[in-house]
């Protein structure tokens, strides 16, 4: 019997009031507690918050409470990231981006 898939959806987010130029892109990675890659996209975000929707085979994944996520955003006007990996919860995770360059 095959296992239904692992299914992780949230919102990309900055700190600062931006509006965001055509052609940002915003890339998420669900990641283990080891740092391994389990899922990743790469979505045009032309508003913010950016929602997002990764799928992972849950056989990768065998402690679910142990899941981070990722992300960084490009464009124009600048580079934000996580500083730190956020933890995967229950309910669709909020992942608030830093300034990391200009």
Known sequence: MASELLTVTGTV???ESVSLPPGAIATIKLVDGEGEVLAGTAIESDALPTAFTLVADPAFAPDPDSLFLWA???GEAGVW???DLVPVTDDAPAVLLTKIED
């Open 81 to 83: 990231g996580t500083t």
């Open 13 to 15: 987010d900055i700190r």
């Open 72 to 74: 960084a955003l490009r």
